[in-house]
Structures are given as structure tokens and as C-alpha cells.
């Protein structure tokens, strides 16, 4: 279907189902319970879920076919809010403009970058871009302060113009009248689960990326992508040009980032030039490594896996874990706590980062890579994959020296 | 590669399932709460939003500690602290309305983006009915945006800048810590005491609205005893190093600097300044000054001896004698072994504040509460008589213009009281220039 292989295609139908039924699958306990502290079905993380997922899909896009490592991705994600919050204050809070507007631009902005730094290749083509990131920071920071309130960030106020705000028109983010603030919560045998507006509008446009990026991963401009990461000079001495294909994966995954930047715009209605720096570029490398650079659903997994250490690790402090241990006697109640305590509340960055060692010392392939293992120790693959090894490769040759 | 058809059938199924998923949001609607968060059961719970990583970790670990003995005093537990001293008797000592207190903490990283992130995620998972606390403006300014949109009440913690209660102002917003122009306003008249009125002052800011406003504000004041402003250079915020901005302000002919930073950026420029062996220069046969418009506590004790003679302003300080002030040091000495800073007072006392306010209202409501701390007045914490102003919800009490102590005793005995400013010589009128073009609007209780 829509062009795409069976395989595929079934693919695709399970990330639909999983993206629509993120409000039911991220509450697995009821509230009110110990483990509530866990769920992250709430509508602000389950949006940054779907918005960094697109960032990271995009990433992966440049990043994981041709290999090109990016330092500057952030920029984009900061010109696309910037466009979107420029778009309420002058015309209305309606987000349809915005993201166009957040589209185009941070694909000229990726266009003029791009063109620039892929005259290089390897380490100097990422600090080319980690340069370039660092100077749209600090100009959004300190230079063009009438464009981006600086640090303060970029907020709409009542005396803006917003020429087509009607008495009528929603006073927040709405996409034609559908406001993105706005929730059904269903209590269901004490489950809470709240359906967000502006979630199923991040994902139902997560959705739409994540097959175009399928797309593009399976055509031959793709498998062109691939030849450079494979090898670049084979290919420039069979004759082909790579420059424009690379220019092209990068200026699409600008406007990846772009589009993920007016979402974060659209459902809160700020923009920030911490947006734009490089540990927010930092932040989706290792999102797109952390699930498994080059697979399609891994930067999306990558990405859920550090927005929910961020969120939901960083919000337990020592309260809550005295809570859960109180059973235990007090000595050794205090003691836990204070083994426990480096690694939760402020301490998320660690905890994140063992794992993320782990993660590429054990699973080169990222969390793709741990899943696949799985399943195959379930379904007995590997050991076949093992002996069919066996029987048709030839050994290999024997050291002499 | 296999194919599928798109026929009729499948067309209509997809459609219909699609279809299906695009309105389960909407079949079901709920609102069974009158307002953001109303709590239904026997407990309410308040978020404290502080910076626990980046330049103003320091000062909101001390924030967390207050808000937890805060929120101890108002379930009844330890000795009560300042609702002891407090003027208004609402509070009982049984949490808030006859509900129990809980409280999630979050981490603001000092930036406007995550801040807001933390807030949403306690609005919206953990059902908080009011944020407190910050230590940036920036921030405060970002999460009042948010809270005015959510539905709740944001009692800000410290946070400094004109804009806060000024261009930046909100309907669902208190500020109880005082701003740039109340600093401005008492510092010159000491500042020209000290070191009189032909001085040419050299500003390093931090680059974000409260540096911005307390520059405006204190160039404004001192120029008006007679001093004149050099240059102002902004410094990013998340600068370590001021070295490459301190050297020209020797060339500059300045003879005072005045440091608009705060926390870990302000330990760090006093630093270099004083390494650079500014404070030993004479310039125009004038010895070299450094002045700190906003101090705090956590500061001193991080410059060390470097703040010694060097004047500022604080909110509040653990050296006042009056009865609210002893009776939070003691019950915050006893619990955590240290005197607390001014950004923690500011921040226990907007929660007993926000409680007192619930109880009055008789309502959780933030329109309720809106109203019930709406020009209210009030004693016994800490400041003297203080009012919440109903024009753009700002506290209005005395100013503290504090001085680094020449022999301090101990690590907190860092900081002295040069004098305590009446409130009258720091007001000023709603529509000030430096305050105005924001616009209140009307109270959001979600519903």
C-alpha cells in the first residue's frame, strides 16, 4: 500500500497503532499508586515524544544514510519556533502558517549552512556545523535581540499586531479552531488517560514524516545516500557527483528539524535561544545513537528514551524515594537513600549517561539492536542464522606468519 | 517487492478507522472540574520549580528547602515558623482547607524552555494547583506565561526584573520579592553617601531582562545624584569567565564598576575584578569601587573575602531582629543547621502567603485567590508592613542595602545592614516608565 512492500507496509500500521495509542500504553499504573511516578502519559511529554521523534527521524536522515555527522541540527529546530511565534504575533494563533513559514525557512537557513559546510567531510564537516550552530545561538542570544527577546525568549504579548485575530479566535495555539491545549481525560478503573489535541496533531504529522522518511530510505535517491556513507570515493570515480545528493538529505533533514522546532512552538508558545545550542544538538546525536543510527524507528525510540530520563527521572527527589523505601528500617532506609541519590532528581544526567555507555560499549546498534537480540534468542533465529553460516561461508583463511 | 492494492473496501476501512482515531479525542469530554487541577480528594498539592543544575543552583537548593519547611508548617509538623508571627490567623496548621499538603519538585536548569517543560509536566501530571519558586527572571517570566494559560497560580520566587511585575505582568502572577527599581531606588542615595557625586560608572549586565531592567534602573537613580554611566557591556548568561570583559574597564576611565549579575555569574565577575587588582587602583584620584546592586547570602559565602566593603541590596537578610524573621531562622536553623538566604525567605513566605490566601477565599480557586491577595496587607514576615499590590501584584515593604563585612566571624556572617529603607522612598506609581506596557488581564482558572 502507498507504495510501499508488504513488510512494510505492516510496519507502518504498527507505528500508526503505537503513535495513537500512546495515551493508553505510557499509563500502565493506575494513579494514585507507588508506580505512578512512572507513568508519562501526560500530554507535555507525550508531545515532546512525537516532536523529538520527528527531529530525530530527520537527523537520521542525513546522519544514518549518508554519514555525515551534524553538530548544528539545533539551529534548525530554533529558526523553526522563531517562525512560528513571529507568525502569532503578526497574524493569528492559528499554526498552519507558522509551520510553513518554519519549514521554508529553516530549509534556506539549512540550504546556505549546508552549502557551505559539505565542502568538507568527516570531523571538519561537524565542527563546520557545530560553528555555524554556535553563531545562530549567540546571535539569537545577544545580537538580534529585536528578532528573538534574547535569553527572556520570544513571547507573544497582547499589544501584538496578530491583524487576524478575531473576538472569536482561540487565545492559544489552535490548528483551525482545534486548540492544542485542550484534553479529554477518561478515568477508567482508576487509569487516568488524557487524549490531547495537540498530541494527535504531533503525531498524526509525526506519522506523515516517518512514512515519507520510509520512503526516501527505500527509493534510489536513498540508496545513493547509502553509496556515500559507504564510499565516497568509489563513487566520485565511477563518475557520479555526491555533493548535490548529500546537499539534498541535508537540507531535508534541516527541514526535519525545522517542522519539529514550529511544533515545539505550537504547543507552547515560546521560543527560547537555549533552543539553539549545541547540547541541544548534542541532545539528538545521541537520540539518533542512543535507539540506532541509520534504522527507521530507532532515532524515535532514542529520543522517548532520553525526553523520558529528562521529565520523569529528573522530577524524583529524596521525598519520593523515602516514600518507597519507608518500609525498611530507618539505618538502612537512609542508606539506600543516599546510594540512590546521585543518580535521580539533578542527577538524571548520570543515570542517562551510564546507560548510554552501556548502550554503545554493548549494543552498537542502539536499542534497535537489543530488540532484534531478543527477539531472535525468543524465536531461535540466531542459532539457525548461525549454522547456515556454517554451511555456506567459507572459513577464514588461516593466520600465517 | 510485493504491492498492495488500494481497492474500494480497504479504502472505505482505512478511512473509517482513521477516522475514528482523529475524533477519540473528542467523544469524550470532561469537565467535571470547575477549575485547573481542583483537588478532589484530601490532599492539594503545590509544585516547586527550582534550579537545581546551571549559575543558580546554589540558591535553588536553599528555595527547596524553604518551600519543604513551609509546606511542614502548613501540615502542622515542627514549630510553625512565621505562622506564628503572621498577621492574618486563616492558617490552622491542618494543611490548606482541611487538606493535607503534598509537593513535587522539578528542575528549571536555569532555562526559560526546561523550566516551562517542569511546570507543564506538575500541571499536567502531578495536578499542581500552584508553582513557586525560580531564581532567574527570565524564567519567572516564562513560567507565569505558562501558568496563566494553564490556570494556576504562580507565586514567584526570587526574581528581580522590572518586567516580572511590569511589561511582563500576569493576572495569575504574584511577586513578593522586591525589583530593580526598589534596588536602584535605595542603594543611590547610599551609594552617593559613600562615594560621592562625581563618579563614572562602568556596567557589566547580564544579558537577559533582569540584567537589562537593573541596569536601566541603576543607571537611571545613579545618574540622577549625579553620576555618569560609562558603558554597559552585556555578558551572556552562561558565562564562567570575565576576565576578557574586565580588562577594558580599566582603560575605560570608570571609577566604580557595577556588577549587574547574580549568583554564580556575579562570584565569578567579583572574582576576576578583584584578581585584575581593580579595588587596589586609583582613578581619578578617586580609590576604585565595586557595587553589587543585588546581593544575596549564597553569593557572599561563594566570593569570600572578595565582597568585603562592597555595597548592595537584598530583599531580606537572617540578621534582621523583628519576631517573623527570628522565628523562621530558628525553625529553619533547627532543620537544616544554616541560616536561611533571602531567596529562600522569599519563597517559604509566597507559600504561607498562597495558603493564607486559599484559606481566606475559602477556595482553591485562582480567580479565589486572585482576589483574596489582591491588595492585601499584611505584617509578621520578616519585612514590616508589606502590600500586595492590586495594580500589578507587586509586594511593596522596606529594602535592604547590605555591605560585604569587613571581619566576618563566621562562613554566614558575611554580609552587614547598612540601613533598611522605608518603604515610601521605594514606591512608585503603576505606570511607571520602566514598568509600563504590560497589561494584567483578567484572572484564568482553566475552567
Not at chain 1, 523529538?52 to 541540527?73: K, M, P, R, V
Not at chain 1, 535581540?145 to 534574547?150: A, D, H, S, V
Not at chain 1, 548529500?246 to 515560546?270: E, K, N, Q, R
Not at chain 2, 525553625?331 to 529562600?344: C, L
Amino acid at each position: 500500500m502507498l507504495g510501499l512492500s508488504k513488510k512494510d507496509t505492516s510496519f507502518l500500521i504498527a507505528v500508526i497503532f503505537l503513535t495513537l495509542a500512546t495515551p493508553i500504553l505510557l499509563q500502565p499504573f493506575p494513579e494514585g499508586s507507588a508506580l505512578a511516578q512512572f507513568n508519562a502519559g501526560y500530554p507535555d511529554l507525550m508531545q515532546r515524544f512525537a516532536i523529538y521523534g520527528i527531529f530525530a527521524i530527520g537527523f537520521n536522515i542525513l546522519f544514518g544514510l549518508t554519514g555525515y555527522l551534524s553538530f548544528g541540527h539545533a539551529a534548525f529546530l530554533g529558526v523553526g519556533s522563531y517562525s512560528v511565534v513571529w507568525m502569532y504575533k503578526l497574524l493569528s494563533y492559528n499554526v498552519v502558517p507558522g509551520l510553513i513559514l518554519a519549514i521554508i525557512m529553516s530549509g534556506l537557513f539549512a540550504l546556505l549552512i549546508g552549502y557551505i559546510s559539505l565542502r568538507r567531510s568527516g570531523i571538519y564537516f561537524s565542527i563546520l556545523t557545530l560553528a555555524f550552530a554556535q553563531m545562530s545561538f549567540n546571535l539569537a542570544y545577544s545580537v538580534l535581540t529585536p528578532l528573538t527577546n534574547g535569553e527572556t525568549g520570544l513571547q507573544v504579548y497582547t499589544d501584538d499586531p496578530q491583524v487576524l485575530m478575531d473576538a472569536a479566535s482561540p487565545s492559544s495555539p489552535h490548528f483551525f479552531g482545534i486548540v492544542m491545549n485542550e484534553s479529554s481525560k477518561i478515568d477508567v478503573g482508576g487509569w487516568l488517560f488524557t487524549f490531547n489535541n495537540g498530541y494527535y496533531f504531533c503525531a498524526i504529522i509525526a506519522i506523515v514524516v516517518f512514512y515519507l522518511s520510509m520512503r526516501i530510505f527505500r527509493s534510489p535517491f536513498g540508496i545513493m545516500l547509502r553509496a556515500i556513507k559507504t564510499n565516497q570515493t568509489r563513487m566520485n570515480y565511477t563518475g557520479l557527483n555526491p555533493r548535490p545528493y548529500t546537499l539534498a538529505a541535508f537540507v531535508i533533514s534541516g527541514m526535519y528539524a525545522g517542522l519539529a522546532g514550529g511544533l515545539l512552538a505550537s504547543m507552547d508558545p515560546l521560543a527560547g535561544a537555549e533552543r539553539m545550542q549545541w547540547t541541544a544538538s548534542g541532545e539528538v546525536v545521541l537520540m539518533t545513537i542512543l535507539g540506532g543510527a541509520g534504522t527507521l524507528m530507532g532515532p524515535i525510540l532514542g529520543a522517548g528514551f532520553i525526553k523520558y530520563f529528562e521529565n520523569i527521572f529528573s522530577k524524583i527527589n529524596d521525598t519520593v524515594l523515602h516514600g518507597w523505601f519507608s518500609a525498611l528500617p530507618d539505618g538502612l532506609e537512609d542508606a539506600i537513600v543516599f546510594l540512590f541519590h546521585p543518580f535521580i532528581g539533578k542527577g538524571w544526567h548520570l543515570t542517562l549517561g551510564l546507560l548510554f555507555m552501556l548502550v554503545v560499549i554493548f549494543l552498537p546498534g542502539g536499542l534497535i539492536e537489543g530488540g532484534t537480540r531478543i527477539w531472535n534468542s525468543v524465536t531461535g533465529r540466531n542459532r539457525k542464522k548461525k549454522q547456515d553460516q556454517g554451511d555456506h561461508h567459507p572459513k577464514p583463511a588461516a593466520h600465517v606468519n | 517487492m510485493s504491492k498492495f492494492n488500494l481497492n474500494r473496501r480497504t479504502l472505505i476501512k482505512s478511512g473509517a478507522a482513521f477516522g475514528a482515531g482523529l475524533a477519540m479525542p473528542t467523544i469524550f469530554t470532561s469537565s467535571a472540574f470547575a477549575y485547573t487541577n481542583e483537588p478532589k480528594g484530601g490532599t492539594v498539592t503545590l509544585g516547586f520549580n527550582v534550579p537545581q543544575t546551571g549559575p543558580y543552583a546554589d540558591e535553588g537548593m536553599d528555595e527547596l528547602r524553604a518551600q519543604e519547611l513551609a509546606v511542614q508548617h502548613l501540615n502542622g509538623e515542627g514549630d510553625g515558623g512565621m505562622m506564628n508571627t503572621f498577621s492574618s490567623k486563616a492558617l490552622k496548621g491542618n494543611g490548606i482547607l482541611g487538606k493535607k499538603v503534598q509537593f513535587v519538585t522539578g528542575d528549571t536548569q536555569t532555562k526559560s524552555d526546561a523550566a516551562r517543560a517542569s511546570a507543564k509536566s506538575m500541571i499536567e501530571k502531578d495536578g499542581a494547583v500552584m508553582i513557586n519558586g525560580g531564581s532567574s527572571s527570565g524564567v519567572a517570566v516564562a513560567v507565569q506565561g505558562l501558568c496563566q494559560e494553564a490556570g494556576v497560580i504562580f507565586m514567584a520566587g526570587l526574581t528581580h526584573s522590572n518586567d516580572t511585575t511590569g511589561k511582563d505582568k500576569k493576572a495569575n502572577g504574584f511577586r513578593h520579592f522586591f525589583n530593580a527599581y526598589m534596588s536602584a531606588a535605595a542603594l543611590a542615595p547610599v551609594l552617593k553617601a559613600a562615594y560621592g557625586d562625581d563618579r563614572r560608572a562602568y556596567h557589566l549586565t547580564a544579558d537577559y531582562t533582569w540584567g537589562w531592567t537593573q541596569q536601566e534602573s541603576i543607571a537611571a537613580a545613579t545618574e540622577a545624584v549625579g553620576w555618569e554611566t560609562v558603558n554597559n557591556v552585556l555578558t551572556p548568561l552562561a558565562s564562567t569567565d570575565f576576565s576578557s570583559y574586565i580588562a577594558p574597564v580599566l582603560n575605560s576611565g570608570a571609577d566604580v564598576l557595577v556588577l549587574n549579575h547574580y549568583g554564580g555569574n556575579m562570584v565569578n565577575s567579583l572574582t576576576n575584578a578583584v584578581q585584575f587588582g581593580l579595588r587596589d587602583k586609583m582613578v581619578n584620584g578617586k580609590q576604585f569601587e565595586i557595587v553589587v546592586p543585588l546581593y544575596s547570602e549564597l553569593m557572599a559565602a561563594g566570593a569570600g573575602e572578595n565582597v568585603r566593603g562592597v555595597i548592595g541590596s537584598m530583599n531580606w537578610n537572617w540578621q534582621l531582629q523583628d519576631e517573623g524573621s527570628k522565628a523562621f531562622v530558628k525553625s529553619f536553623g533547627e532543620k537544616y543547621g544554616r541560616p536561611p538566604s533571602n531567596s529562600a525567605h522569599t519563597c517559604y513566605v509566597q507559600t504561607l502567603l498562597y495558603a493564607d490566601a486559599c484559606e481566606r477565599a475559602g477556595t482553591f480557586n485562582p480567580c479565589g485567590v486572585v482576589e483574596a491577595l489582591e491588595g492585601f496587607e499584611f505584617d509578621g514576615m520578616g519585612n514590616g508592613p508589606t502590600l500586595y499590590r492590586a495594580d500589578d501584584h507587586q509586594c511593596f515593604k522596606d529594602v535592604l542595602v547590605m555591605k560585604g563585612k569587613e571581619n566576618p566571624t563566621n562562613e554566614y556572617d558575611t554580609l552587614e545592614i547598612v540601613e533598611v529603607t522605608p518603604r515610601a522612598q521605594v514606591e512608585y506609581a503603576p505606570d511607571h516608565p520602566m514598568f509600563a506596557g504590560g497589561d494584567l488581564g483578567q484572572c484564568n482558572s482553566g475552567a
